[in-house]
């Protein structure tokens, strides 16, 4: 494929897909990703330091993951 690539440029790789094809997420409003988190985060109550770790991480993972967990005010 990548020789073809070279030879003609107007061909593409088939592993070239938009993005959304890959992450279904993207397509979700940021409330509803937000409440997902909100349900499968650990609770701050029961393990504060499993839940400091993945609400520190959370955002790092894309950009609407990040804007999802700002927006979700329960989270913090």
């Given at each position: ?5 070279r ?25 509803i990703?937000g ?42």
């Amino acid at each position: 494929i990548e020789d073809l690539e070279r030879t003609d440029p107007s061909i593409e790789s088939s592993s070239v897909l938009p993005r959304p094809f890959f992450s279904p997420f993207q397509r979700l409003p940021l409330e509803i990703l937000g409440e997902i988190f909100l349900m499968v985060l650990p609770t701050s109550k029961t393990r504060p330091s499993s839940y400091q770790k993945a609400l520190t991480k959370l955002p790092l993972v894309c950009r609407s993951w990040h804007d999802a967990a700002f927006l979700t005010p329960r989270l913090w």
